[in-house]
């Protein structure tokens, strides 16, 4: 959750300066989420994966100076290399995300890899991009309460935008010091939703969709989910 949104300010670490300077956005995209072990049920691993890169994506287009790539087909590029059993974050990873993501015109992409075990978050992050001529890389990695994790992320990152020179509008700083956090249950509700509509069981996804919208009101990514579906199915009747 939270090691997401900072790599996302990770990603501006490397390039912000030069992109700024050129007066262009920087094209960002976000890989699937690396979920190792832990005790997320087996069939939410896939979702979960896709959760996180989706609501971090939402959330860094929000920065008037970031252009993220569609995290779909990111995703079926990576899939032909089995990215969805990957349980590392190593150099592999970093070189096969950043391969890809260059295909679809990204000047880097962040990788996260996490396990939640009991109420904590373990988690890595990594950025991959390329400056000239080298590709590059930068990996964090913490720990965490699991519903303090993406709230935390969200406030370093903009501390790390203003220092980096991006300028980051008033409004957006008050949206993000205002929300609140994003508990784990909203996580496993948003993916459990997520499972259910790729399954064709909308009326199962809408209610869990519902129940993560009730959690985390906060999240475009998930009220657009919910909201898209919702319409979809009021249509179709």
Known sequence: MKPFQFLVLVALLGLASASMANGRRIA?????????????ASDLVGPMQEVIAEMLSWEASMVPSVRVIDPAPLQVALEKNGWSGRTDLSETEIEDARTASRQL???????????????????????GYRRETQDLSLRLSGKGREDDFVQQIRTQALLMLDTLGVKVPPAAKQMVSTRGAVSWE????????????????????????QEASRRAP????????FKKLQAEMQSSR
């Open 28 to 40: 960002l995209a976000i890989a699937p989420a690396i979920v190792k072990g832990g005790d997320l």
């Open 105 to 127: 015109d990204a000047d880097a992409v962040v990788l996260t890899q996490f396990v939640h075990e009991g109420r904590q978050v373990n988690w890595r992050t990594a950025l």
């Open 186 to 209: 909203a996580l496993v509700e948003y993916a459990t939703g997520l499972r259910d509509q790729k399954m064709g069981r909308n009326d199962e996804a809408l209610r869990h969709l």
């Open 218 to 225: 906060f999240l475009p990514s998930l009220q657009v989910r």
